[in-house]
């Protein structure tokens, strides 16, 4: 009998050194996956040209569909896609706005392509080609974007420094700075510079 309340002892000994370690264990697993990314994506738009910005709202729309948190970052030129068709006509803006007003796309049916544009002519044939084939245009997959739930951010800074304001945008956009794309970016399984 003294056997067996010696063994019941170290046996119960043995326990509380496991449940130690179980809870040592679970802290160490908690505190890392706090430090693992969501299951998110998060992608910047640089770039005004037709083809790219397809391309990254092809992948936005495919990660929002496959289920990741998506948020779509728009700067500098990238903003371009989310200006109304007469952003930045009016009076209150400086010569230099109103001149990149001129030099910039108008929206996101002005877009060029990026390679072989030949003054707009390459843009009418790309988009011709994606309706022939029954691929959808940058305007509907805009449309799915948001449809799936995608965040659009347009940039601030980017839209200080090109002279745009809120009301030269699209509606329905959220806006943030670099530390706003940082913060979503660190967070993120997927993130891409477009």
Known sequence: ?????????????????????????ERELQELSAQWPEHRAAIVIFSGDLDKVLAGFIIATGAAAAGLATTMFFTFWGLCVLKKPRALQGSEKDIKEKILALVTPAGSTSLGVSRMNFMGIG???????????GIASLEELMETARDLGVKFIACEMSMEAMG??????IDGLEYGVVGTYMADASRSKVTLFI
Do not use: C, P, Y
């Open 123 to 133: 843009a009418k044939i790309l988009r011709s080609v994606l309706r022939d084939k």
């Open 1 to 25: 009998m003294k056997t067996d309340a010696v063994e019941f002892l170290q046996l119960q000994s043995d326990m509380r050194q496991l449940q130690g370690r179980l809870e040592r264990l």
């Open 164 to 169: 745009l304001t809120k009301e030269d945008l």
